[in-house]
């Protein structure tokens, strides 16, 4: 049975400390795996897809990477507009559906 | 462009009442998607549409009805809902069903009185 585990479940930094967030999967065969940012009582917003280990993806301070068992998503010098909940989901192969994790509650201090 | 618009924003029902949920999205994707979400929680999937084809039902109980009436439009249908029925309901879309990259609407926040 494919697997997402996220940690950690909340994180609190100050405004410029950079950080990390983990995404540790078990899947059976990787199609893909799916960084979103979700702020509260609205609907994930796509960051990036990675396909393959060692791929690495970036969009303004979020870098994201993959290796055969887990992806970091690289938060640098944060901004207090980084606060949100970033969730990691798996697609593998055969399956008709994502599995998501329990998702990062980011908080970024001024 | 990658949006996928969902209407109502908002909405309050009452354990009789019947509304309905509407999705749409102008990408040209062919598989759509219904999901639940509680507070704090990852979103909780409950159907899928491929090629505007029920592929997918996460055993969701009756009183929730999907619809797909093109290959832009979803709907989901209410009747008689719990209040554990209350949650932020999620629409997405991909390319195609499976393990392509979904992109979600706003949400619609329905609370259950």
């Known amino acids: 049975e494919d697997q997402v585990t996220q940690s950690p479940e909340a994180l609190r930094l100050q405004e410029g400390e950079s950080s990390s967030l983990n995404c540790s999967y078990t899947v059976s065969g990787l199609r893909g795996l799916f960084w979103y940012r979700q702020d509260p009582g609205k609907g994930p917003e796509f960051l990036f897809t990675?396909?393959?280990a060692g791929e690495e993806k970036e969009k303004e301070r979020l870098k994201a990477t993959l290796t055969k068992k887990e992806s970091f998503l690289h938060i640098t010098a944060p901004k207090p507009e980084d606060s949100a909940t970033y969730l990691c989901a798996v697609g593998s192969t055969g399956a008709q559906k994502l599995v998501f994790g329990q998702g990062t509650r980011l908080t970024i201090n001024p | 462009d990658t949006e996928v618009t969902q209407t109502p924003k908002h909405l309050v029902m009452g354990m009789t009442n019947k509304k309905s949920l509407k999705c749409e999205q102008h990408m040209g994707h062919r598989a759509m998607y219904w999901y639940k979400q509680k507070a704090k929680k990852p979103p909780e999937l409950m159907f899928v549409y491929s090629y505007e084809k029920l592929s997918i039902n996460e055993s969701v109980p009756s009183r929730f009805s999907p619809e797909c009436p093109n290959s832009s439009l979803l709907n989901l249908h209410l009747h008689a809902l719990q209040p554990e029925d209350s949650a932020l309901y999620l629409c997405?879309?991909?390319?195609?069903?499976?393990?392509?990259?979904?992109?979600f609407g706003p949400g619609t926040r329905l609370l259950v009185l």
């Open positions: 990675l396909y393959s």
């Open positions: 997405a879309s991909s390319q195609d069903s499976g393990t392509k990259t979904q992109y």
